[in-house]
């Protein structure tokens, strides 16, 4: 088993749906936790980052951790076909390896105009 | 402000061969992490090195190397390349703080083709 485990899709929606991404996770010890989106061919894009348990807004966005759950969750309000990437869940724990990301694999988005 | 910048962003190699790839942080930032993309396997952590000393690293064979200089640029070797080898290199940058966790951001990645 995995230690991130994230659903790879495809997901397809509606410009203008909310959209919800999640990954759950099975190391407790992870407490940093972040979002990217990677276009094809290019490198993943920081949308979020956010330390232990509770709710972050940026914009459309709005990043969700319930440590007790292991569960983690993207939103995205509004959305555009601009949307339409990678999503890339990854976390790691402190001290010593905390800058050694663990990642989902991936859940591909396709907003239809 | 100047992101993450590797090189080459293609390379096309034989099996057997050696390849070196090249990353330049974000200025200021003092930590540099790779990893490996595939279809396959997703994002994988090959090491990190901050200070200009390997912290971290992952499960990979002996055969990934890489170092860091003063001015915080990093490179990454591998050696004896073998098929398997093919994917999207990419190299992460972090202001970093100590051993704590910041902001990882990355580059657009190396395109190793091994043949």
């Known amino acids: 088993q995995k230690e991130v485990e994230q659903d790879p899709g495809p997901l397809s929606v509606p410009e203008g749906a909310i959209v919800s991404l999640n990954c759950t996770y099975s190391n407790s010890a992870f407490q940093y936790f972040m979002w990217y989106r990677q276009y094809s061919r290019k490198g993943p894009e920081l949308l979020m980052y956010?330390?232990?348990?509770g709710n972050k807004e940026d914009g459309r966005f709005t990043a969700q951790v319930d440590k007790s759950s292991k569960y983690i969750s993207l939103f995205i309000r509004d959305s555009q076909p601009s949307d339409s990437a990678t999503y890339l869940c990854?976390?790691?724990?402190?001290?010593?390896?905390?800058?050694?990301?663990?990642f989902g694999s991936g859940t591909q988005l396709t907003v239809l105009p | 402000k100047a992101g993450v910048t590797q090189t080459p962003r293609y390379l096309i190699k034989t099996r057997g061969q050696q390849v070196t790839l090249s990353c330049s942080p974000i200025?200021?930032?003092?930590?540099v992490s790779w990893y490996q993309q595939t279809p396959g396997q997703g994002l994988q952590f090959l090491f990190e090195y901050f200070s200009e000393t390997q912290r971290n690293k992952g499960n990979f064979p002996g055969r990934f190397s890489g170092r860091q200089f003063s001015n915080s640029r990093s490179e990454m070797n591998v050696s004896t390349l073998e098929l398997g080898d093919s994917a999207l290199y990419l190299c992460?940058?972090?202001?970093?703080?100590?051993?704590?966790?910041?902001?990882?951001?990355f580059g657009q990645g190396t395109r190793l083709t091994v043949v």
């Open positions: 200025s200021g930032h003092r930590s």
């Open positions: 956010t330390y232990s348990s």
């Open positions: 992460a940058s972090s202001p970093a703080i100590g051993l704590w966790n910041t902001e990882a951001f």
């Open positions: 990854a976390m790691t724990s402190g001290g010593g390896s905390a800058r050694q990301l663990t």
